[in-house]
Structures are given as C-alpha cells and as structure tokens.
C-alpha cells in the first residue's frame, strides 16, 4: 500500500513542499523585519508597562503604535490573507481527488480487486493526506503565530483573519478541509464537481461556525465603566468614550479583549447605541484576552470532530460503490 | 463437479429498476465461458457481483464456494479486468507489475514481464501513451500474475481492431490451457466465440435467455423451414427459439428434444453465432413497446 501511495502521491507532495518554500523564502524576511520594526518603536515594552499599570495602550503607546501600523499592519494582512485559503487549497487538491479521481478513471475496480480491502486501502490513503495536512497546517500555524506576534500588540488576536490563521486552528480546518473532499469524492464520484462542493461547503461551514458558534463557546463577561467623553474638537461624528483606567464592574480592559457588543446607559440602565444626553456608564460585553486559547483548543475540536465524522462516513459510502 | 461460480436466484437492484433478476447459473471449473447480450442486460453487474464489489440485493452467488462480496480471502482466487481496461495512466508497465506485488500475496511478476516482453510492451513508458490493445494485455497480464482460478474479464476486447481482438483472444486461451484456470468474459461482440469459448451464459433483459455448453447447444439447435405454420406444436421440438414468418414459409430456430417427426420441415444445423442472436433476438417485443411509446399504432 505505501509503495502505491507514494507512487500516486509523489509530484503532488514535491508540489505542495515548492509552495511551502516559496511561501517560506517570502514569511521568514519579512517576519524578522515585523519583529526588528515593533522592537526598535519599543513596542512590545511600552504594552507591558501599559498592561502593568492597567492603562489603555493606545493612550501611552500612541505614536509608536500608529507608527508601526503604518509601517506594517494594513500591508502585512493582505498578504497574510492567502494563508486563509491554504486549508481550503489542501482540501481541494489533496482531499477531493482521493475518492472521486479512482471511480471517474475506473482504477478503483482495479485497485479494489487486488488482494487489499477497500476499507484498508481507505484507510491507508486518508492515513496518508491526514498526516501531510497535519504537518503542512501545523507548521503554518505556529510560523504564522510567530510572524504575528508583533501584529497581535496592537489589536485583538480575536479578529476574524487573526484568529483563523494563527495558533492550532488551521490544523482543525485543514482536516476538515481534506475530509470534506474526500466524503464529497465517495459521493459525487467525479472530482470537479467533488471540489466544487468541498469549495462551497468548506466556506458555508466556516462562516457559520465562526459567525453563530465561536462568540458562544464560553458565556462572554460584562463590564462597566464611567467614560469621560472625548474632546468636542474631534467631531469625528462616531461617539466615542474614552475609558476610565478603572471599571466600575468587571475586569479591566485589554488590548485583546474581543468586544461583543456595547451600550451607552443612562442612570435608570436603558441604553442604547447612540450616545444618550444623560449618559452615565457604558455598558459592554467581551471575551478576555485570555481566552484565546481556550477557544484556540475549542474551535480546533469541532473542526477535529467534523473531519472524523466525515471520514466514517466517506467509508461507509465506499461499501456501495462498484 | 467443482464449480468456479455458482449464483442462485440472484439479483441487484438500482433504485427501482432490476439490473440483474433470478439469476441462476452454475460454471463449472476448466470452463472458457463468454458472457453474451445486448448492451443493458446486465453482464458487467453479474461480473462486479462475482468478483465482490457489489453486494447482491436477491439471492446469493459463489466463488469456489465462498461470498465473495468485502471478503478478502477470495480475492487472490479472481483475477478481474473491469470494462475499459482501467489502469493508472501515468505508471509504466513495470510499475504496475511492482505495484501488482506489493497489493498482492501471491505474485507472479516474472510471468507478467515474460508475457508483456513477448508482446513487445515498452516497459518504461507510462500506459497512457499505449494503445488500446496494448493497455488490453498489460491488464490481462496483471491478472494473470495473481494466478487466479477464476479469470473475469468485462468486455476485454469491446475497443480492440479486429487483429488486436483475436490476437487478445489467442494469448488469453493459451495462458489458460495451461493452468487450467477458468474464465468467464463478457462480450457483445458475438464473432469469434465459437473459437474461443466452450461454454456458454446469455443475458438477456436482466435475465438468464441461455446457459450451457457449447457442444451440446450447438448440437440441440436446429434451424427449420418449412411451409407457413401456425405455431402448434412440432414433434421432437422442444423449445421454438424464434419464429420469422413470409407469407408461404416459416423459417423457426429450435431447441430439439427428440427425432424430427415431420416431413414437411428442412432441418440445418446452424452455428452458435445464430443461436446466441436467436436468444438475444426480441424485437417483436420491443416494436410493441416502441409503438406504444411513440403513440404509432401497430
């Protein structure tokens, strides 16, 4: 079986190994300089001092922090926007063709009729591109965690590009990916329309989880805070409260923080989103900065466990097919 | 007898329509049978079912005795050629003889590169770029390198010249008649049957039309002409194959049980050529359907 496997699967991974390396020859620069950058503004001590003494970063870090987004941040998302798409690239040209390339080309029947099981010639295979997406997604989570390091100072790492491409993620959706390709191939047995459904149930999937589940996996926390209001200069027509050092209930605010939702509240706590004339606190609810990997671990789980179910079901599908 | 295959009342189902029904035969070891019908009559769902890739909806069928259907313990006993000749286009033949050993316990590559040298195939040049009857042998030398008792080929020669089909053909019964290896192919094409098989299985509709030796049907099967008849009964006729009628002469192909009792009838011996299209013969049936469907009456 593995002599097969890597007979058939050879050029394909020199391929994806290329792609890697290219992407490589182009993150590791341009990493390092993130990281010279954030270090020579000072980035990364004025945060901790700020953290330390519970003051809003973006108050004492300002012109470091606007210097280096300027610099680097808005460029350095586009470019770190393809890695969104590098689970769904592996689960298009790893996972739907597995299946659906064997029964539109009619090899299955030869492969099947030799003394192997098709179970264990399943097995064998999804073994095989399970690991490669495994490696591949794991080293481009961590390399990117590594590269955004300096990027996650100046914001949340909840963000929705930020939060799918860093840490152990991608290695839930690259499995997920190559899974979904696979059951698709047992089920539409030609491998365009195989990819076509991977495309499209791949980012349907993603979206909904990440829209309607990941703000739940923990009950988000409230807080409070008396806001002084921003000069009358700035009439930039958004209202806005700068925050007091201090909430009134609730943890303190962070840089990280994911914010849910916000009200301005009057003394009797109705509130809404405009800024009332009787204002007396804000009201808002988040999940701590802290949480990251908690829902890191979660949100790889469910991708995890979607993969595993779409793999027992890709083999039961295998039994009728002929 | 030992019997190589074996169905009873077997029958696979697609949705509503019936692929295969009441299919009951019995191939008994050493035999060459050709598996012969019309397009649609269910030749390659009869050779999937025997070689374990589907599982019956009705009835039962056996290899040597055992199910073959996800058991692996009888597949190194089938060698199967899928329709079309399948094969991974980009490996050379000698990787698919390496690939052949490594999915295989019982492995003969030296006889699968004796016969494709033989042949004259290239063995480093991928077997997409082959022709077809090339890619045709090199499946069939696949096969053969198991060293199977049951050889399943599923229209092996449908795309192949004439040259090339007999040819295939040829190298197919001498590496047969030496091991004694039973065979079962399907075909539509029903020249060169004669030469090449001993026994034989018509599929007609989903149906068994004809099952038996070839001797023996050929000895059975007579063609008639005489004067225009009604259709009642004819001594020593056992079966009325099929019927053409003008308007002073009926000329009928028959299945004989006795001594021909009347005069008025000719007697021809007639090949198995004419017999196999006799049984696959029913357009009487078919122009009634028709004309129903197209609102043309009869």
């Known amino acids: 079986m593995s002599w097969l496997i890597w007979r058939q699967h050879r050029k394909q991974l020199l391929v ?54 300027e610099q680097h941040v808005s460029g350095a998302f586009f470019g770190v926007l393809l890695f969104v798409f590098a689970p769904l690239l592996i689960g298009l040209f790893w996972g739907a063709p597995l299946v659906a390339r064997e029964v539109e080309q009619g090899t299955h029947r030869l492969v099947w009729t030799q003394g192997v099981s098709r179970q264990r010639w399943a097995l064998a295979k999804i073994a095989f591109v399970g690991v490669v997406a495994l490696v591949i997604s794991a080293v481009y989570g961590l390399g990117l965690s590594w590269w955004m390091a300096p990027l996650n100072l100046t914001g949340s790492r909840f963000g929705y590009v930020s939060f799918d491409m860093q840490g152990v993620v991608p290695i839930g959706y690259t499995l997920f990916a ?14 365009l329309p195989a990819m076509a459904l991977t495309l499209g149930g791949f980012i349907a999937v993603r ?27 700035s009439a930039e027509g958004e209202p806005s409260v700068i925050p007091t050092p201090s909430p009134s209930s609730g943890q303190a605010r962070e840089v990280g923080d994911w914010m849910l939702a ?16 009787d204002y007396a606190y804000t009201w808002e609810i988040f999940q701590p900065a802290s949480r990251f990997w908690p829902f890191q671990v979660i949100e790889t789980g469910v991708f995890v466990a979607l993969a595993l179910l779409l793999f027992a079901l890709a083999l039961r599908r295998l039994r009728r097919i002929a | 007898m030992d019997m190589a295959l074996e169905t009873e009342g077997l029958g696979k189902r697609y949705g509503q329509r019936w692929a295969l029904r009441d299919c009951s035969l019995r191939l008994p070891a050493g035999r060459v049978a050709a598996l012969v019908g ?39 006993d089938i060698g199967f050629v899928a329709q079309e000749t399948p094969l991974y286009r980009d490996f050379t033949a000698a990787e698919l003889v390496t690939m052949g050993g490594r999915l295989n316990r019982r492995w003969d590559a030296a006889l699968a590169r004796e016969r494709l040298a033989s042949l004259g195939i290239p063995p480093n040049k991928p077997v997409g770029k082959l022709s077809g009857g090339q890619r045709a042998q090199v499946a069939l030398a696949l096969c053969v390198a198991k060293r199977p008792r049951l050889l399943l080929l599923d229209e092996p020669v449908a795309s192949l010249d004439p040259l090339a089909r007999r040819e ?12 004694g290896t039973t065979v079962l192919f399907s075909s539509h094409i029903v020249a060169d049957l004669e030469r090449a098989c001993d026994y034989l299985v018509v ?71 004419d017999i196999v299209l006799a049984y696959m013969d029913d357009t009487s049936n078919d122009v009634t359907t028709a004309q129903s469907a197209w609102g043309v009456s009869a």
């Not at chain 2, 390659?44 to 313990?73: I, K, M």
């Not at chain 2, 295939?168 to 091991?179: E, G, I, N, R, Y």
């Not at chain 2, 099952?211 to 001594?235: C, N």
Request: glycine residues 10%; proline residues 6%.
């Open chain 2, 203 to 273: 599929l007609h509709s989903a149906r068994v039309a004809l099952t038996g030796d070839v001797e023996d049907l050929v000895a059975t099967h007579r063609q008639l002409v005489g004067p225009r008849h009604d259709g009642g009964p004819i001594r020593g006729v056992g079966q009325v194959v099929r019927a053409r009628h003008t308007d002073r002469q009926t000329t009928l192909l028959v299945r004989m049980d006795g001594d021909l009792g009347d005069p008025l009838w000719t007697m021809h011996h007639v090949g198995l050529e």
């Open chain 2, 38 to 76: 019309p397009n649609g009559a269910g030749k390659t769902t009869l050779l999937h079912l025997a070689v374990g890739l589907l599982p019956p909806d009705a009835g039962e069928v056996r290899v040597f005795g055992a199910s073959p259907y996800a058991n692996t313990s009888i597949l190194p």
């Open chain 1, 16 to 69: 994806t190994l290329v792609g890697l390396v290219a992407l490589a020859a182009i993150m590791v620069p341009s990493g390092l300089a993130i990281h010279r950058a954030a270090a020579e503004l000072g980035l990364p001590d004025c945060i901790r001092q700020a953290n330390a003494a519970a003051t809003n970063p973006h108050m004492i870090c300002e012109s470091a922090l606007e210097r280096f987004s």
């Open chain 1, 178 to 191: 190559v899974a979904l390709g696979v059951f698709a191939g047992t089920f539409l047995h030609r491998v």
């Open chain 2, 168 to 179: 295939f053909l040829q190298t197919l019964m001498v590496s047969v008649a030496d091991t």
């Open chain 1, 262 to 277: 916000r009200e301005f509240r009057d003394a009797n706590g109705m509130g809404n989103d405009n800024f009332p004339d």
């Open chain 1, 207 to 233: 979206v909904a989880i990440a829209a309607l589940a990941r703000p739940r996996y923990m009950t988000a926390q409230a807080r409070t805070y008396q806001g002084s209001l921003p000069n009358e200069g």
